[in-house]
């Protein structure tokens, strides 16, 4: 929380829009958004900027990487003056990601004012043996006055910058989407939690109970309840698609509550209804079982099923896991490509005409059972098309993997069971159990 003595009052967010259950898998859809595609940061950061510039109230971002470059020093700087002209500031940036950049961070963005909260901080060695470490906050959310949201993959880092091979000359390929409508207060609110829960520490489980159990005004341990929950409360209620105005979408969040697997299944329960299309663009990929079913009961019922992954890997372990699952895949019709003039950092689907997701979440079992990830389920077929042809051409950029890297025999069996050994250690170290 901000110190007891800060100028500016803490904000309260007006009455939550009725948007989805708490407890629901399925993504629930509002009506009336306006959404937009944004190609990297080259589009994203510009955007962001100028929303920040007219913002009046408050402005919440949370993000996984807060770099030191030109590109994120002039969303710093935005951040800056919109808290010296007295807008309240929240940022929560993940421990590790951001571990490198958290002095000039707090030099830049702390004496204007800015709320600036480190989730899960990297202060110590030791903190790196905690199994909690292995949950980082890979969300990348901006929300300006409860009226513009951002919501994506897109780090603020420039596009050609590269943490482990440095500057590129081609801008990797990565999306973010623009809201304004029903959607943002949802949005608004994950935002929001992530901060209260990064400022409150590693305890604010303990504190929120302790505040439940104490003789506190219990309007009070509802404010802070109200702080921490990711998504706002809600009344389970159907309404149908038609019924909706455009545009359509929903915002869905995986976290380590109630949210376990809300991304995971939606992307299931769209793939298992398509009949047309299904194009995926991941730069991490190793679903699970479940989720590879799907894509093969999906061509095999005639649906073109499409992967888009990297060809230009960042990470040779990641590449690595992708390509022990070329096999099977291939086998069952799904077309791979990799792609190839630049790093694929996109985490984007299309699936038939008219539903199509932007976000964070990757589909490895970082992303799908550890990270705190956020995606917009977009259902409107202008959106889903300008998205499909984003797709097509990274295509047309790509190579297509007609055969797996290496043939069947013992080495691809031990590459494969090397990669599930790994994850399911890497898996038991976080505190998970049962099958991925």
């Known amino acids: 929380m901000p110190p007891a003595d800060h100028h500016r009052r803490y904000p309260t967010l007006p009455p939550a829009q009725v948007l989805r259950p708490a407890l629901a898998l399925r993504p629930v859809l509002s009506g009336g958004n306006r959404v937009r595609l944004l190609a990297g940061g080259d589009e994203l950061f510009p955007a962001m900027c100028a929303a920040i ?4 109230r408050q402005v919440w971002l949370a993000t996984y990487i807060f770099h030191d470059d030109d590109a994120a020093r002039c969303v710093a700087n935005a951040l800056a003056e919109a808290a010296r002209r007295g807008v309240w500031v929240g940022v929560v940036v993940d421990g590790f990601g951001s571990k490198a950049t958290l002095p000039s961070l707090r030099e830049r963005l702390v004496p204007a004012g800015v709320q600036l909260v480190v989730f899960r901080p990297v202060d110590r060695w030791w903190r790196l043996l905690q199994p909690g470490q292995l949950r980082r906050l890979h969300q990348k959310l901006c929300v300006v006055d409860g009226h513009d949201a951002y919501v994506g993959g897109i780090n603020l880092i420039d596009d050609r910058n590269d943490l482990n091979h440095g500057l590129c000359e081609a801008p990797r390929l990565d ?3 623009e809201l304004q409508g029903p959607l943002v207060a949802s949005i608004e609110q994950s935002a929001r939690a992530m901060w209260s829960r990064a400022a409150l520490g590693a305890d604010w489980r303990d ?15 509802r404010r802070m309840a109200s702080r921490l929950r990711i998504l706002p409360p809600s009344t389970p209620h159907t309404v149908a698609l038609a019924e909706l105005p ?33 194009e995926i663009m991941c730069p991490y990929f190793y679903p699970g079982r479940p989720f590879r079913r799907a894509l093969q009961r999906a061509a095999a019922r005639g649906v073109q099923v499409r992967l888009l992954l990297q060809g230009k890997p960042d990470y040779r372990f990641a590449a690595l896991a992708a390509q022990v699952l070329y096999g099977e895949l291939l086998d069952a019709g799904v077309r791979v490509f990799e792609y190839m003039p630049a790093f694929l950092h996109a985490k984007v689907a299309v699936v038939d005409d008219d539903w199509a997701t932007v976000g964070s979440s990757n589909i490895d079992p970082l992303s799908l059972l550890l990270n705190l990830e956020a995606n917009v389920i977009v259902r409107d077929m202008h959106f889903t098309g300008e998205l499909a042809l984003r797709f097509e051409s990274a295509v047309l950029a790509s190579r297509e993997v007609l055969q797996p890297p290496v043939g069947p ?5 031990l590459r494969r069971g090397f990669v599930a050994w790994t994850a399911y250690w890497f898996l038991r170290l976080a505190g998970m159990s049962g099958k991925y």
Do not use: M
């Open 53 to 56: 510039a007219q913002a009046r």
């Open 207 to 221: 504190e929120l109970l302790t505040l439940a159990r104490s003789a506190e005004p219990v309007a009070r341990a």
């Open 246 to 278: 455009p545009v359509r979408a929903a915002f869905l969040v995986r976290d380590n509550l109630r949210q376990r697997r809300a991304i995971e299944h939606a992307y299931i329960e769209a793939i298992s209804r398509a009949r047309r299309r299904v």
């Open 409 to 413: 025999g013992w080495w691809s069996t």
């Open 175 to 177: 999306f973010a989407i």
